[in-house]
């Protein structure tokens, strides 16, 4: 089981210089295929479903001949990154509310290549055994928590969210919100839990946590974080015209909770580790014909 969330290792091979003479930057994967063969993929820290989807198309498109390389970054440089090209895409994009702050700023730069998840959700979680069910009940019952609510990085999404609507929905002011990374959220999460102790934690779903750690997600009677959102491809403004088959095949890509939750429990739960390549590769080979329809078309 993890003890923090995975900090992935950016990986890639070095393109090599084609006989012709041209470098691998210009070079494209070939086999009639004209799209450049170096792609970039960003990936959010900390954010596993954005590591997952993002391990599985490094598989496809390196098995397609792409070099894929994964960079881990935090969200506001990932989004400075796709608007001046320095990264081609990125596979965690939360939308309508989470990361709107974002593509306000940036939105005219980028391009959306569609939503690959409809179901994914922002939550409070505690464990399982807390004394309470609802956020209704925290602030009575802050001192049972050490009046401290751990979150993730200062600058994510869901900590805005949790600042912006949780607290004063719920009037949690009095209570300390701590903010770091996900890793050390996740570290805190597996300790309290552990030991049989109580932690409140901001967490979203679909997330590797609910079915490795025993913790439950409290209810929302004021609706504060009640809204569904989508999981989307952005990508640099001219991805299409550097990456049109692969464009086409991002822009196709959908993703069930329960395909996720699978791979996520395969990266994530049952293996202790950060080279994900044999393991996305087993999963693959599990799930053959679903990766395959991904690139069909």
């Excluded at 994900?276 to 329809?293: C, F, L, N, T």
Aim: charged fraction near 25%.
């Amino acid at each position: 089981m993890k003890n923090r969330s995975k900090t992935m290792i950016a990986i890639g091979t070095v393109g090599i210089l084609a006989l012709t003479g041209c470098s691998a930057a210009d070079s494209s994967v070939g086999h009639g295929n004209k799209d450049k063969k170096n792609m970039t993929i960003a990936v959010f820290n900390g954010w596993d479903e954005g590591v997952a989807a993002s391990e599985l198309w490094k598989a496809i498109l390196d098995k397609k001949g792409y070099n894929v390389k994964l960079e881990e970054a935090d969200v506001a440089p990932v989004f400075s990154g796709l608007s001046t090209g320095d990264y081609d895409a990125t596979l965690d994009v939360w939308l309508p509310d989470t990361h709107a702050s974002y593509l306000k700023e940036y939105g005219d730069d980028i391009v959306d290549l569609g939503a690959w998840n409809d179901k994914a959700k922002l939550t409070i979680a505690v464990n399982a055994d807390a004394p309470i069910d609802s956020l209704a009940e925290l602030a009575a019952n802050a001192d049972k928590f050490g009046n401290r609510i751990v979150g993730i990085e200062p600058g994510a999404g869901l900590t805005a969210a949790t600042t912006d609507k949780v607290i004063p929905a719920y009037d949690l002011k009095k209570m300390d919100f701590v903010t770091s990374s996900t890793a050390a959220m996740l570290t805190e999460l597996t300790a309290a839990t552990k030991a049989g102790e109580n932690i409140v934690v901001t967490l979203w779903q679909p997330h590797w946590a609910y079915s490795a750690l025993p913790i439950k997600t409290l209810e929302d009677p004021e609706g504060a974080l009640a809204a569904t959102e989508s999981l989307h491809t952005y990508a640099k403004s001219d991805f299409k015209k550097d990456f049109p088959k692969a464009a086409g095949w991002l822009s196709g890509y959908k993703m069930d909770l329960d395909q996720l939750q699978s791979l996520e429990d395969a990266m994530f739960v049952k293996y202790d580790g950060s080279d994900y390549g044999p393991v996305v590769a087993k999963w693959i080979s599990e799930h053959q014909d679903y990766v395959d329809s991904l690139t069909s078309k």
